[in-house]
């Protein structure tokens, strides 16, 4: 992992760790905003960076850790919420990175998860993973024959009358959307059955 950062950059980071961290009560009270799990993930990223072993020099490590210290005090939230061994068993790292690169890797991804999560078609997804088996795969199934059939309706309108049905797309429009977030919905149902 190579990091690329102007020194007044640096400088602006580790002023502002250092002004964090001058009172200790600021990183209990941001431990006291977190879950279990979230707390124990702070406590592995520090142990793994006072540790001595890794690929990064003490400066980027130094940085990393300032960083995530700051982004967690702002947007606790960005603190993955999971026990760390199952994270770690669903990722495959790259060239066998030690746990401190483990740890950032297992941050990223973590955000990247967060930001699709508020996308509207997983939360519609989420929406429906909540619903009992049969209704979840009845409303995929009718959803999904009601995209192909008003797609089917619309092409074959404008094969035969030279025509464009707007009613028919409408309706394969929503419909597709729908069967979509029906069909994650499911996926996400099998995934946290799996866990």
Known sequence: MKIVVSEKTRETINKEYNRFMADPNNLARLKMKLTFNQRIFIESLQE?????????????????????ILTFNARPELVPNAPIELLKRNITFKDSPDDFEQLIVLMKIWRNSLRRSKRPINRLGLFFARWTK???????????????????????RYIVYNQLDSRHISIAIVAGFVSIAAGKGIYYRILSEQL
């Open 48 to 68: 793994a960076y006072e540790s001595q072993s890794g690929h990064l020099n003490a400066e980027d490590k130094l940085l990393l850790l300032q960083e995530a």
């Open 134 to 156: 049969g209704i979840l795969y009845t409303s995929f199934v009718v959803t999904l024959t009601a995209t192909f059939t008003s797609m089917l309706t619309a092409a074959m």
